[in-house]
């Protein structure tokens, strides 16, 4: 069974899902954007083990514990699509320009476009490219359980900001209404903050998609 859970760090309160295969106890960190002593405190609890790092998108707020995580536990970081690189160079910009500690910048060993899969356990996620927020941002989907990891592209009531760097809010109501929506509308989420909803709420409620 795949289990999940949620941890909110940074002053951000980016949501930071550890999600692990309960017959295997093989972990993944889905957006580590900060605070890795308290994120490595949770997985000693949980006693799973952690066997790679998949994020999202490139910005500070999503992986900003990433290098030293993946330094800690001697895994790879999986994600996002490439089209984000110039983020994951700017690290040290973007952490002067937020107020966070210094991040140096890095790359992630594997980038990911449509249709790639990533495997925990016994547990298969499947890559959906939903560009806008970002130029890169992808969604983990796992269609067993009917869950989906958006990042920043969708929230409870709200959709992701487009005024960052080659942001595109056309490309990112696209990426909702062609990629997300089509889910089906008892798929649940896990947003890059704030409280999970499901597709079906959004597409009856949310301001931005009515």
């Known amino acids: 069974m795949f ?8 002053a951000f309160e980016e949501n930071c899902s550890i999600i692990w295969c309960d017959e295997t106890k093989e972990a993944a960190f889905i957006d580590p954007g ?5 994120l490595q405190n949770a997985v000693e609890k949980l006693g799973v083990n952690i066997k790679q790092i998949l994020l999202t998108h490139g910005h500070l707020d999503h992986v900003g514990a990433a290098a030293a995580l993946a330094k800690h536990y001697n895994v790879k970081i999986v994600g996002p699509s490439r089209e984000d690189e110039f983020l994951f160079n ?25 249709g790639d899969q990533v495997h925990i356990g016994k547990t298969t996620l499947d890559v959906l490219f939903c560009p806008g927020h970002t130029p ?31 942001g595109n809010h056309t490309n990112l109501i696209s990426a909702i209404t062609t990629k997300l ?11 890059g903050h704030g409280p999970m909803s499901t597709i079906g709420n959004e597409r009856i409620s949310n301001p931005y998609l009515v």
Not at 34 to 38: S, T, V
Not at 91 to 99: D, I, K
Not at 181 to 191: E, I, Q
């Open 3 to 10: 289990q999940y859970q949620i941890i909110p760090v940074t």
């Open 34 to 38: 900060g605070e890795p002593e308290l």
């Open 90 to 114: 700017g690290l040290p910009q973007q952490s002067m320009q937020f107020g966070f500690p210094h991040t140096a910048a890095f790359l992630p060993d594997r980038w990911l476009q449509e």
């Open 181 to 191: 929506l089509p889910l089906g509308d008892d798929f649940v989420f896990v947003p």
């Open 136 to 166: 890169g941002h992808i969604v983990f989907i796992d269609h067993q359980d009917k869950l989906a990891f958006v990042g920043d592209v969708l929230f409870k009531g709200s959709i992701g900001r487009t005024d960052f760097p080659r």
